[in-house]
């Protein structure tokens, strides 16, 4: 089994900074691919970035350029520096892996763990 835990969240004027953080502990061995979701009320859940091993990261197009994903192996942790936020990033955000490293990074479907959220609030 695999737990995630968010850390991070907060609130924050708009073009402020935050870093996510997510520290996964079990059965970290299996976990091929990690990701940041979020859902802002009334909303459907956005796919946001996305890490594998041996190498690679996605972006969703709203927030490439201003957000960074990365992970420290030694550590269990993934990371999501967030720099030049709007009141739209505003929303729950949710740490997310899984197993297999097949399928879109973008289908919250084909993650089989989540963490429980940070809220980001930005004003």
């Known amino acids: 089994d695999v737990q995630l835990v968010e850390s991070g969240g907060g609130s924050v004027q708009a073009g402020g900074s935050l870093e996510l953080s997510c520290a996964a502990s079990?059965?970290?061995?299996?976990?091929?691919?990690m990701g940041w979701f979020r859902q802002a009320p009334g909303k459907e859940r956005e796919a946001v970035a996305s890490i594998y091993t041996p190498g690679g990261a996605f972006y969703a197009d709203s927030v490439k350029a201003r957000f960074t994903i990365s992970r420290d192996n030694a550590k269990n942790t993934m990371f999501l520096q967030m720099n030049s936020l709007k009141p739209e990033d505003t929303a729950m955000y949710y740490c997310?892996?899984?197993?297999?490293?097949?399928?879109?990074?973008?289908?919250?479907?084909?993650?089989?763990?989540w963490g429980q959220g940070t809220q980001v609030t930005v004003s």
């Open positions: 079990g059965y970290t061995s299996n976990i091929k691919r």
């Open positions: 997310a892996a899984r197993t297999e490293i097949g399928g879109s990074w973008v289908d919250g479907a084909t993650y089989n763990y």
